[in-house]
């Protein structure tokens, strides 16, 4: 996929997706890739509102974090606070809450939308190559996959 970059403001919450309209300069500004997944590439053109992206984001980042494998050597992290960020979790409490949270969000899903949403959101497929792999009929798959990420978004309670 070729890149497209662009410049966005850099907010102490990460990149900005909206420019504001305020009267203030930008202070720091980040180079953005838009094509770097299939869910970007859509939200950056409207096809996705902000809910339907960060439920995408939030199952994507949920299947990677189910995927790290366990750490087998000495681990050199601080001691864990109880109340910390982490919730006092292990990694691999970690790993395995994010499995459970990936799977609830595809059975919330549904089992006719959970394979169009893995393929685009997780396995980064183009929503052209989903849909002949699939066998559906061409641009079926948006709204099949705005289907899917609403259902993803009320699992994650994305308001």
């Known amino acids: 996929m070729e890149r497209q970059l662009t410049e966005r403001e850099l907010t102490s919450e990460g990149p900005r997706r909206a420019r504001g309209t ?20 859509l939200h950056a053109r409207g096809h996705l509102s902000d809910r339907l992206f960060d439920a995408g984001e939030r199952l994507r980042a949920d ?15 601080p001691v ?4 910390g960020p982490d919730a006092g979790l292990s990694p691999t409490e970690r790993q395995v809450a994010a499995k459970e ?16 949403l893995w393929r685009v959101v997780c396995a980064c497929e183009s929503l052209p190559a989903a849909e002949r792999a699939l066998q559906w009929p061409a641009r079926s798959g948006k709204l099949v996959l705005k289907l899917a990420l609403e259902r993803v978004a009320d699992f994650y309670r994305i308001g």
């Not at 974090?65 to 050199?76: D, G, V």
């Open 80 to 83: 864990r606070i109880k109340g």
């Open 22 to 41: 305020g009267t203030h300069a930008r202070r720091r500004s980040v180079t953005v890739n838009l094509a770097e997944s299939p869910l970007s590439w």
């Open 63 to 77: 299947y990677e974090r189910a995927q790290l494998s366990p750490s087998i050597t000495m681990r050199w992290d």
């Open 101 to 116: 949270r990936f799977d609830g969000a595809l059975a919330a899903a549904g089992s006719g939308l959970s394979d169009v």
